[in-house]
């Protein structure tokens, strides 16, 4: 029997306080259709977070290109980082020169300021998973891919598995390795950092952006649990319980004001494929 | 702990440049071609001082309010000395400096062409402020003009990061001691801490460039020492900012360069994430 992976997942972003939504520099990609919130189900599913860095041009648009790049190219029987991030690098030129044309055309040519941006690029930070399923059902492996500062965190009950890519609060910067929309001399190529690990069903993900990710490492380095704090506002169906956790983090100063992301994916035991259901 | 405020439209911070415009700036500057002024140097150097700026402060929507940038020249008149819309004005929103320099110049330049050479690109170069050489160089009267110009400013932003401002000079003060409107200058603060002197050293001596020292600069420069001394020691957020940008700090690096602009310094602010693979 053909296994499948089964996985409920659930999205929560906001934008830093004094921002508007649309103000908001972090992207998510987990399905083309159900958006924020949905169960997925195959051989191979991916996820992806990306935060655009608050310098540069639409850094947020970019950071969502990337995302959505990512999770297309990753489910694609041959993965290649370079292949996927010159595609991205592609699409989003071909996006500039029409914002560029558009603006023109309407009588609004860019101000030198928005030149010397759109020069520079846009850059963002990406996180990418990949989970496949295994031999035997309940089981597989993953795949995680990363540039930048948003992390994953993988917890089996009451235990945290993995940290990945940054392990401590220590790490976090404003100066991130980050993913840059063009490939020009003097900025240096980043390689992606990537592990694999194996799941079983009842494991829990998170995918963090950066501010989220360094709150959830500063209190493990306390003792505590974060992800049985977080898992509550991130998992529920209203979006306003998690904007009131984390104002309550930021007012008492345990969170960076910054744009938040969750992306929390909780392994299933998977449902027996259509056409087997008689044969049990 | 100090110099941690975020800097946000709802807490601006505030630049204030300033400008020696008195006569000794026509002299050559001790850097590159022999040719260049000093006062071509200082305009310069300020006039991508701002254009960084206002470069991280751009968003898809605008420039946002992170700050309120003054400049005051200092030569024959001491004052506000944008030239263009700005003119006349003191303190003036970074949107606002962004929309309205005197003029935008297409110059060229220099950037890698990925096989270890250069190659020329065509950027727009905005210029708030044209090079102006004339007079005495009352340095004290400009830093005590800076002194009520940033404590009106304290007193209406007590809790934002403290202003910075940045003396761009040749050194030569022809009306007294800096030292002392200095000291006064740095002893104003917000709640986050004391203003910020850092100064912008342009020399006619050709000695190699100095950028933040922690001890007094050993140039052919009588001034140097003067200004070194007048300058704030870095806080440590800034210093952290430094030393990630490749810079030897210490905890008595002081901002003050010698023979280099300071848009270094620009990088150092903590008004978000940027790229450490972007040079």
Redesign the interface.
Known sequence: MDTEVCARFRVKSIPKSGNSPEQNEDAYFSHPKKGQAGTKRGRKLAFAVADGASEGFRTGEWASLLARAFYSQVLQKQFSWKKFVSQARGSWHDHETSYVQVRTREGRPLRWYEEALIQAGACAALLGLVLRAGQEPRRGTWEAFAVGDCCLFQVRGDRLLSSFPLQSSEQFSNSPSLICSKDSPGVLEPVPERIRGSWQAGDCFFLLTDALAAWFLRECEAGAKPWAELKQPAKAKDDKEFQRWVDSLRAKGLLRNDDCTVTVIELKQEKPARGNALSR | MPYTA?I???KPSCFLFLVDQSGSMDDPFGVGDGITRKKDGAVDALNRLL?NL???C????G?RYYFDVGVIGYGAVVGPAFAGPLAGRDLVPISEV??G?AR?EDRLKK????AGGLVE?Q??F?VWLDPVANGPTPMCQALRLAYSTCQRWVDAHPLSYPPTVINITDGEATDGDPTQPAMELMSLSTQDGNVLLFNCHLSSERAPAIEFPDAEPSVPDKYAALLYRISSVLPAPIRS?AQ??GYRVSDGTRGYVFNADMVSLIKFL??????????
């Open positions: 975020e946000s439209r709802d254009a206002v470069i991280r751009s968003k898809a929507e420039v962004a929309d320099p935008v950037v890698p062409d990925g690109q950027i727009k905005p900012a990630a940008e903590d008004i978000g994430t940027r790229a450490s693979n972007l040079r």
